[in-house]
């Protein structure tokens, strides 16, 4: 027998499949990309010259170890830089997905001082300023300086500044730094979210299991 809940179930159903298959569209996009620059580096490699190789050989590497270690250093690179972008556009589309009128990049005046003239907000719903962010390993004291001008910008603009980032550092000089980050954002009235907290905030505040997505399409 159809009911009124059935149909409901149906619809929503047919609404997550139709938001899956957008995200999915965009980690194919992503990792297609990906393969073609580390492609393309590789074949770039084949002309560089490697001299650099007798320091390698000198502290016990093989010249083919030496051009493997290169290699790697490089997709490393594109790697993180992909890594980070993937997640950021994912996480956006999820906030847009579930609020149409969201607003991504958007800018706003210093009013403390003059550098930098701007501050960016990654994702904009409503009067809650979101900065997404995929890890920060970070060491660099400076950093929380940087991040609590920021957060004054976004609070004195009458926005709610919140911070959700991903995956957490493993070092304890990181971590320190990201505790600290913590405290500025309570202390300023904003929030902060990471690891499994940042996951389910996404979740809850969309409906999307981006986690999940992520898992299931993995190689």
């Not at 958007?106 to 701007?118: A, G, H, R, W």
């Amino acid at each position: 027998m159809v009911t009124i809940s059935n149909v409901k179930a149906i619809i929503k159903e047919v609404t997550m499949d139709s938001r899956d298959k957008r995200l999915v569209e965009i980690i194919l996009r992503y990792r297609e990309e990906l393969q073609r620059k580390i492609k393309e580096r590789k074949v770039e490699m084949e002309s560089d010259n490697n001299e650099h190789y007798m320091l390698y050989n000198a502290l016990g590497f093989t010249s083919e170890e030496g051009y493997q270690i290169d290699f790697q250093q490089n997709v490393g690179r594109f790697l993180y830089k992909y890594a980070g972008s993937l997640i950021e556009e994912l996480a956006i589309k999820c906030f847009k997905l579930a609020y149409p009128e969201a607003r991504e990049k958007v800018k706003l005046p210093n009013t403390i001082d003059q550098s930098p003239k701007t501050v960016e907000i990654d994702c904009l719903i409503g009067n809650r300023a979101i900065e997404l962010k995929w890890k920060d390993a970070t060491t660099d004291g400076d950093h929380i300086k940087k991040e609590h001008k920021r957060v004054r910008i976004i609070r004195e603009a009458g926005y709610i500044p919140i911070r959700i980032m991903f995956f957490e550092p493993n070092r304890e000089q990181a971590i320190r730094i990201q505790a600290r980050l913590k405290e500025l954002y309570s202390d300023l009235g904003g929030e902060y979210y990471s690891g499994e907290e940042a996951w389910e905030y996404l979740k809850n505040d969309t409906g999307i299991d981006l986690k999940s997505i992520l898992e299931r399409n993995g190689k």
